[in-house]
């Protein structure tokens, strides 16, 4: 079974062409780890949105404001990631 691994943009455009021929069932296409992994972070950010969050990290002195509130935005996916590693930690 061929599987196709793109970034987002190409990942619509395959899907477009595979719904086209609902015959090949036996091709798999994946949105790639990294756009993967910043849409989960993207969505995290959207469920902690109005929960204090980049203020407790900011009273911590883990981030900046500006840094903390760009977490829920997933703007740097290695500093989101690590802000996120260190909350489940503590947690």
Known sequence: M????????LFAIAKQIKWNW?????????LG????????FATIGDLL???GWPHALTQANIA??????SFLETAHVTRTRHAQQVTASAL
């Open 2 to 9: 061929p599987v196709l691994t793109v970034d987002q943009p």
């Open 22 to 30: 609902p015959n090949e069932e036996k091709f798999v296409i994946l």
């Open 33 to 40: 780890g990294l756009h993967l992994e910043m849409a989960s």
């Open 49 to 51: 949105e109005d929960s």
């Open 64 to 69: 900046t404001p500006g840094t903390a509130e």
